[in-house]
């Protein structure tokens, strides 16, 4: 018996095999969820072809979570698909390179508006279009449905993470918020706060490797740049009836380094 037996999860952010929403989607299905991706723009094509790679192939929808016609069609299409919607994963994050080097004065509002867009506002955008099938799963009883975002550590400032450390701490609180708004929904918001991983959006912040460089010396348990597996683990268990009081949480898996100090 599978964790996720039965459950219907939407992974967005899926782009090549390495990104984290790829381990998501390929443990919700050795999980026993039935799973389907979105992908966006220049990416799309990608994603199409990073489905079949997964150990059931997934359909795609098209999702620019800037673009509310996309999220309109995509929710009416998985509506056709699915009478309910168990479970959302919000992989989606993006600045401008304006907005990332270690110097927050590079960047204007016109490139700050795009960060916060894509990387924060679409989680309550998302949850919007995707309402009224997250609520489904919450009638009749059990656990209803559980969205999981992905945050890195924005309680402290960051080398070189800048205005994408703005758009997280503002995700922070817009979990909260939604947890607010949304568990009479039966619908759980959380956040897994994932320590570095080598994936296509990780490379385009210059300075990374200062990340990479010490985390694991840091970590009380040591930390892998290139497991992904860690992370889909935790998102698998929010997504599972496992933690079905548990809303407005963010949920550490870096080896132990936002607890520590030097
Ligand atoms: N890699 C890390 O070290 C790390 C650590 C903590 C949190 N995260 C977060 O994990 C999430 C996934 O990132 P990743 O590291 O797997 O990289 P990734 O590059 O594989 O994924 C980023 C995704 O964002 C999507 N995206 C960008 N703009 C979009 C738009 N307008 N509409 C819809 N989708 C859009 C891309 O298509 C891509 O699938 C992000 O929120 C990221 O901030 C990453």
Known sequence: MGLL???????TGVLTDASLAFAVARRAQQEGAEVALSGAGRGLSLTRRTARRLPAEADVLEIDVTEPDQLARAAAALGEKWERLDGMIHAIGYAPPECLG???FQADWEQVQVALHVSTYSLKALVQAFRPLLASAGVGGGTGASV???DFDASVAWPAYDWM???KAALESLSRYLARDLGHERIRVNLVAAGPVKTM??????????FEDTWSDRAPLGWDVLDTDVV???CVALLSDLLPMTTGEILHVDGGVHAVGA
């Open 232 to 234: 889909a683990r935790a």
């Open 148 to 150: 999981v975002g992905l």
């Open 102 to 104: 270690g110097d927050m």
């Open 5 to 11: 037996d039965g459950k219907h999860i939407l992974v």
């Open 201 to 210: 959006a990780a490379k385009s912040i210059p300075g990374f490797h200062t």
């Open 165 to 167: 450390g703005v758009s």
